[in-house]
């Protein structure tokens, strides 16, 4: 499930955030400003009926510009919110923001925004 999760939101996030390149599992020399897809969780979301799955993905993005920084994460936000996923294997029910928030990071200069998603499916 991660896999698919993960493709579908790479390739929208790639299209709707051009240029800032989009990684799933970046390396800490990458330069800014760059989006990373790689936090992920999934949890049981079946019935006694089908088999159900809940996933939680974190989206950061790393910028060197406060403001940039927001525009990129509402971008995030409206690229993924209700919008409906093309998944591998599995049957999409909704994707879901659920919170969003900046800080600066620990060099005292990069701009941190994490966006937080949940993704429901079934078989």
């Not at 019935?47 to 993005?61: A, N």
Request: charge should be negative; charged fraction near 25%; aromatic fraction near 8%.
């Amino acid at each position: 499930m991660e896999t698919s999760v993960k493709k579908a939101v790479y390739t929208i996030l790639a299209s709707a955030l051009s240029p800032i390149i989009v990684h799933n599992g970046a390396k800490l020399d990458t330069a800014l400003p760059y989006i990373d897809i790689d936090d992920f969780s999934e949890t049981d979301w079946g019935t006694k009926d089908f088999t159900g799955s809940l996933s939680e993905l974190r989206i950061h993005i790393w910028h060197n510009d406060r403001k940039a920084c927001a525009t990129a994460m509402q971008a995030i936000r409206t690229a993924l919110d209700r919008v409906e996923l093309t998944l591998v294997g599995e049957n999409f029910v909704d994707c879901q923001f659920r919170s969003g928030r900046s800080f600066t990071d620990a060099d005292g200069t990069t701009r941190h925004g994490v966006v937080d998603f949940e993704v429901i499916s079934h078989n």
